[in-house]
Antibody, heavy 120, light 106 residues
């Protein structure tokens, strides 16, 4: 059974940093690309970043460009999203989701998300 | 960036009725990279349809997708109470975007 679990969220002050993790089980992790999405309270979904199965390709959305880094460790079946210089408007639930390629294939499984709150 | 606009914003229907949810893209999608997701409160989005009209695994045939170019539709037949959720359309090209969602209440 495919299972994705995000962790690492919490309360952080403006300007602070946070690293989110996503652990995958129940499938061959290294065969999939992974996306991060976010959803601000009461708002719609926004694409954040994607990393290819071999980590050779990484792409970022405009809103967090330059402030985030996506990475993965296939030996530990985890994907990470490092968030830097956080702003109040980055407050959201962050989801990871798997796909077979970076673009052109819909994500089929998502985690429950981890909440990031940027507040002083 | 491709902007997706969904209508209506909300919909209230009775069990057994059918629902038609629309998604309009700001520019034509040259490929069939259009999906629909269902999201219930506190849950992760669930893939219903990808490639405009292909049902995902374990999705009942009450759910169907159609469309081309800039106009896409999700139809849900024989509504059940558990279909109450927010439905998002999503284009998964090189700069993925989502519609703002349609809240369906049964």
């Amino acid at each position: 059974q495919v299972h994705l679990v995000e962790s690492g969220g919490g309360v952080v002050q403006p300007g602070g940093s946070l690293t989110l993790s996503c652990a995958g089980t129940g499938f061959t992790f290294s065969r999939h690309a992974f996306h991060w999405f976010r959803q601000a309270p009461g708002k719609g979904l926004e694409w954040v970043a994607v990393i290819s199965d071999d980590a050779n390709s990484k792409y970022y959305g405009d809103s967090l460009q330059g402030r985030i880094t996506i990475s993965r460790d296939n030996s530990k079946n985890t994907v990470h999203l490092q968030l830097n210089s956080l702003r109040r408007e980055d407050t959201a639930r962050y989801f990871c989701a798997r796909a077979y390629t970076v673009f052109g294939v819909a994500t089929d499984y998502w985690g429950q998300g981890t909440l990031v709150t940027v507040s002083s | 960036e491709i902007v997706l606009t969904q209508s209506p914003g909300s919909l209230s229907l009775s069990p057994g009725e059918g629902a038609t949810l629309s998604c309009r893209a700001s520019q034509s999608l040259p490929t069939r990279y259009l999906a629909w997701y269902q999201q219930k409160p506190g849950q992760a989005p669930r893939l219903l349809i990808d490639g405009v009209s292909r049902r995902a695994a374990d999705i009942p045939d009450r759910f169907s997708g159609s469309g081309s170019g800039t106009d896409f539709t999700l139809n849900i037949d024989r509504l059940e109470p558990e279909d109450s959720a927010v439905y998002f359309c999503h284009q998964y090209g090189s700069s993925p975007t989502f519609g703002q969602g349609t809240k369906l209440e049964i």
